[in-house]
C-alpha cells in the first residue's frame, strides 16, 4: 500500500498571498497524483490531475508539479474562496487508493 | 451537467445492514467506473470500494472485505453499496464518485474523480 503523506496540516496564509502544499508517496508514483479541494460542508472536487493538468474551469492560480514521490501544489494568491482542505491522492498503485491526511488552509 | 445524489444513510445499531444507492445523470453512466469514499467525522477521505463500467471487476479497502458489496444496475442507472455487519468505525459521510476516464479508455485503470455526489451520513451507534 501507498502512503500519502501532506504537510503542513495547517497552513495559515494571508489574502493575496503565495500557498505551498507538500504531498510524499511513500513509493514511486510517476505522475499519477489527483489534487481535491474541500470546502466546509461539500463534497471534494478535482483541482489536478496527472500531478500538474488543472481540471476543467480551475482557476489558473492552482498549478500542480512533481513527480516519483514529491509533490506540491501551489496557489498563487489566495481568493477568499480558497480557504478549504486540500487532499493529494495518488491512484497508479491500487487497491487500495489512497489519500493524504489533508492540508487545511486558513486564513491568517 | 452530472450529478450524483446519494441516499440511504441513516443512523444503525452495530451488527445491522444498511444500503446506500447513488443516482447518477448527466452522463452515460454505463461508460464510466465508479467508485465511494467515505470521511468520518472531522477525518480525511477513506477510498471504500470502486465498480468497473460493466460491472465485472470489484475492489474493496480491506476493513470492508466481506463485509460491504458494491453493486451496479446499468440498466436502472444506480449505484449501490450494501453494507453488513457495520461497526462504529463505519461511522462516516459516504460519497459516490465518478472517475475520470470512461471505462473502454486507456486510462480507466488510473482512478481519479471529476464528479461526486453531495455525502450520505451514517452513524453506527447502540
Known amino acids: 500500500e501507498i502512503a500519502m503523506t501532506q504537510s503542513p496540516g495547517t497552513l495559515s496564509v494571508s489574502p493575496g498571498e503565495r500557498a505551498t502544499l507538500s504531498c510524499r508517496a511513500s513509493?514511486?508514483?510517476?505522475?499519477?497524483l489527483a489534487w481535491y479541494q474541500q470546502k466546509p460542508g461539500q463534497a471534494p472536487s478535482l483541482l489536478i490531475y496527472a500531478a500538474s493538468s488543472r481540471a476543467t474551469g480551475v482557476p489558473a492560480r492552482f498549478s500542480g508539479s512533481g513527480s516519483g514521490t514529491e509533490f506540491t501544489l501551489t496557489i498563487s494568491s489566495l481568493q477568499s474562496e480558497d480557504f478549504a482542505v486540500y487532499y493529494c491522492q495518488q491512484y497508479i498503485n491500487w487497491p487500495p487508493l489512497t489519500f493524504g491526511g489533508g492540508t487545511k488552509v486558513e486564513i491568517k | 451537467q452530472v450529478q450524483l445524489v446519494e441516499s440511504g444513510g441513516g443512523v444503525v445499531q452495530p451488527g445491522r445492514s444498511l444500503r446506500l444507492s447513488c443516482t447518477p445523470s448527466g452522463f452515460t453512466f454505463s461508460d464510466f467506473g465508479m467508485h465511494w469514499v467515505r470521511q468520518a467525522p472531522g477525518k480525511g477521505l477513506e477510498w471504500v470500494a470502486t465498480?468497473?463500467?460493466?460491472?465485472?471487476?470489484?475492489y474493496y479497502t480491506d476493513s470492508v472485505k466481506g463485509r460491504f458489496t458494491i453493486s451496479r444496475d446499468n440498466s436502472k442507472n444506480m449505484l449501490y453499496l450494501q453494507m453488513n455487519s457495520l461497526r462504529a468505525d463505519d461511522t462516516a459521510e459516504y460519497f459516490c464518485a465518478k472517475q475520470v476516464c470512461a471505462g473502454y479508455s486507456g486510462c480507466d485503470k488510473l482512478p481519479h474523480f471529476d464528479s461526486w455526489g453531495q455525502g450520505t451520513v451514517v452513524a453506527v451507534s447502540a
Open positions: 513509493q514511486t508514483i510517476g505522475s499519477n
Open positions: 465498480i468497473s463500467y460493466a460491472g465485472n471487476d470489484k
